[in-house]
């Protein structure tokens, strides 16, 4: 009797279809559809998917959510911006901006012990892409992006704090890409999508 090779488990998928699972799954979370731990449990099944089909059951229950495992086309990378940057300066202080404030193409954000938040969700960009060098000692960098925005944090040197991003490092066509540089000595430098909570956002 000769046996049968199994069947091949599928396409294997690419990191960018994992970060457009991803991206979807942070929408859904904006939206109220699922809670943190669901997005964290969710988040951990696309992160560890290799083929097509694994990508499904997190995304099943969400609209549209098929269309997300579907391959797009690569995007064209933005060009850089030029110009001199704007410098804000937090040494022990803390330094926010939320609402509708004047997003410019280039940002240089230095903190020694302090705390910059950057909130870009509630404002129009005029940019296609935003650059932000960061130079942080011991304090901590917090940019919160619109829902269909991309940033790359590679070029992110880090002694002994920390460099976290949760949204897609690809750029997409028609969407915002923020390029973040620099340097975090014992601070940290987050890059995330706004969590929405029982109708509060943070």
Known sequence: MTVQPPDPPGI??????RERAAS?????LAEGRITVSELEERLS?????????ELLPPLADLPGGAAVVAAAP????????SG?????RAGMSTIKRTG???????????SSMGTIVLDFCDTTIHHPVVEIE??????SIRLLLPDDATANVDDVVSGMGTVKSRVPS???PGAVHFVVHGRTGMGSVTVRRRYQVGGLKF
Not at 45 to 53: L, T
Not at 134 to 139: E, F, L
Request: net charge positive; charged share 25%.
């Open 74 to 81: 690569a995007a064209v990378v933005p060009s850089t911006p």
């Open 45 to 53: 099944v696309v992160y560890g998917a290799r083929y097509e089909a």
């Open 100 to 110: 509708d404030w004047d997003v410019p193409a280039r940002l240089r954000l230095q």
């Open 134 to 139: 960061v130079d942080v000692g011991a304090g």
């Open 170 to 172: 690809r750029p997409r």
């Open 24 to 28: 979807r799954l942070h929408q859904a």
């Open 12 to 17: 294997r998928i690419s990191d960018a279809d």
């Open 84 to 88: 001199p940057p704007v410098v804000l």
